[in-house]
């Protein structure tokens, strides 16, 4: 047991000896002190950093909470030859570098980045619930506010063990990684919102290592420094034409007015949670969406629409609303969980009410064709008289009229406000409109000339074969007189016929001419019989 201590201080001296040497060649520069003030008359000797950031910038992003860590940490935000060092967040405190902005400022100018000071039983609970998540999510809202994506930077992970701890215990990389895209996340949607699709490869290339001695220590430190040198994001970019101090300031002093987004832990997960129950809810009723789409392209009515719609909204409401109740109580998931509630409820009634548009429309042709086609069917009968014909038709136009209300009021979705009120007036007008033009319509004027040529081409049907007799009387009554008076009559009965004719003229000296000298006779009868035979 003295041996191992031994070996622990002998670890941790080493340890202080590698991360003070830099002070032999350059002398340390405080940025902010540790009451969290900015120390604006600080200066940074030009050889500090190379003006191309050829020499890249690392960040060491100590713990205030972990006692013999093997970096050992600091109070103040230091800048020690190339690298800073800045204390991490504390789950006591949420003002001034114990929030952990001294950290998120100098890890969003930094190249590289060291978390230190993460122990084994950190990571096995998950490090969203312990200061380091919380110093995480402050650098991530930093970079984030600040926009400066698309240049990742290396994110180093050290996770600490004790050098007398059995071997057989393993690091699970990709948990931690898992963990820390979990709380990017959750920054994310609160600093960007819930419809930012940022992903954490875009700022950081997350790596995991395993530190159980000064040795160690080292490694990752090189690791870090070799990453930084070799970084496609380099400080000056983020700096510009800044001097460095100058560039850490207007970022300290950002993030020290910015809103605490250092415990997205249960606000992340409600969010998240309410994005799962927005798909999920709607994904419910797409289904049926889907099916009442379908049957409305092919111009067809859904059964009972305006109730089964009404229904379905309720229903995914309510679904949403129980998947993220949790998330009511929290201010800032509320708001979220609100907007996004909005979202759906937007999606569901903007996709009923087009559905309720469609129907309504396919109702009015249904309705109109069914009407003209009745008044077809009528000139058919009693034929175009302008008056008569208005007047009865005046029945059938308010049928037609009675028959789409009773439809229409079944689409009907009072809760949005979809009624029947504007249709049935758009319909009431048309279907007026169809009755008065109508006679003048190309459908009646095509219907009145079939009718003419059926009745002009009309042709007696053939038969089997039939034998008809007609009988014609033709009858001359010539009574005494000179021709004054002169008079026909006639009559028929089926194929027969009678013809009388009487004519004054038997003393005229003409006619008696023409009869040889002689009175025409009185009476004159000439009887004619036909015979018609079909075969």
Known sequence: MTTSRSKGALALLLLSSFLSSSSTHAAT??????????????????TTFKEDGSSGVVALLTSPGTTGSFFPPVTTVIVDGSILKAPGASL?????????????????????VV??????????????????????????????????SGSAST??????????????????????KENIEEIFDGVAALVLGVNDEEELSGYFNVEVAL?????????????????????????????GSKPFSTAFSEIYSTLSSSPDYADPTPVAEAILACNDAYSRAFGMSRAKIASWKHRASRGLLV????MNADSLLQRTLDLFDRDTMAAAGLPSAGEQRLMIRQRLQQRMEKTLNDLFDVQMGILEKKTLKKFNHSLLKKMSKDGLDSAQFFEDNATALRTALFAFETSA?????????????????????????????????????????????????????PSEGS????????????????????????????????????HNDADDPQVIAQFGGVRPPFIRVQPKLKLEVEL
């Open 303 to 306: 059964d009972k629409f305006g």
């Open 155 to 176: 994110l180093i992970v050290a996770v600490e063990e004790a050098s007398g701890a059995s071997s057989s215990s393993s690091l699970d990389a990709d948990s931690i």
């Open 29 to 46: 520069t405080t940025l902010v002190d540790s009451t969290g003030s900015l120390n604006k008359a600080s200066t940074l000797p030009p």
């Open 409 to 461: 009021a079944l689409l009907e979705i009072p809760s949005l406000s979809l009624t029947k009120s504007n249709a049935v007036r758009d319909v009431t007008g048309k279907l007026n409109n169809a009755l008065m033009t109508f006679p003048d319509s190309p459908a009646a004027k095509i219907k009145a000339m079939k009718k003419v040529e059926q009745t002009v081409s009309k042709k007696k049907k």
């Open 467 to 502: 034998i008809d007799l007609a009988l014609d009387v033709v009858a001359m009554i010539r009574p005494d007189g000179f021709g004054n008076l002169q008079g026909f009559a006639g009559y028929q009965l089926g194929p027969h016929s009678v013809t009388v004719g009487c």
């Open 92 to 112: 006591e405190e949420s003002t001034g570098l114990a929030r952990g902005i001294g950290a998120a400022a100098a890890g969003t100018l930094a190249d590289a």
């Open 211 to 239: 530190v159980k001695s000064s040795e160690d220590v080292t490694k990752v430190m090189d690791q870090a420094a070799k990453a930084a040198a070799t970084s496609t994001k380099s400080s000056s970019s983020v700096m």
């Open 115 to 148: 978390l230190g000071g993460v122990t084994m039983g950190d990571v096995e609970g998950g490090l969203a619930g312990t200061r380091h998540g919380r110093t995480l999510a402050e650098l991530f809202s930093s970079v984030l506010q600040s926009k400066k």
